[in-house]
């Protein structure tokens, strides 16, 4: 499965285009994350035990984006 990891680190926020904010609360997040879209990779599905929410159209069209812009796909 190819994934988008989130992180915690505000100095990650700061890092462009390529990351995306997204709100505590949004998804079942106890606080604020950033998906950091430059770093995509991939994980064995094995490795999901449960999903623990969705993020809204909003978030996942701005997630799209940022992954275009990792990927020189504009």
Same mark, same amino acid.
């Given at each position: 499965?190819? =994934? +988008?990891? *989130?992180?915690?680190?505000? &100095?990650?926020?700061? @890092?462009?285009?390529? =990351? +995306?904010? *997204?709100?505590?609360?949004? &998804?079942?997040?106890? @606080?604020?994350?950033?998906? +950091? ?38």
């Amino acid at each position: 499965m190819i =994934v +988008v990891p *989130i992180s915690t680190s505000t &100095a990650q926020g700061k @890092r462009g285009l390529t =990351v +995306v904010e *997204i709100p505590g609360g949004a &998804a079942g997040l106890p @606080r604020t994350c950033f998906a +950091v879209c430059h770093q995509v990779t991939t994980l064995d599905r094995a490795k999901l035990s449960k999903k623990l929410g969705e993020l809204s159209s909003e978030i996942l069209r701005d997630v799209e984006e940022a992954l275009k812009a990792a990927l020189d796909l504009s």
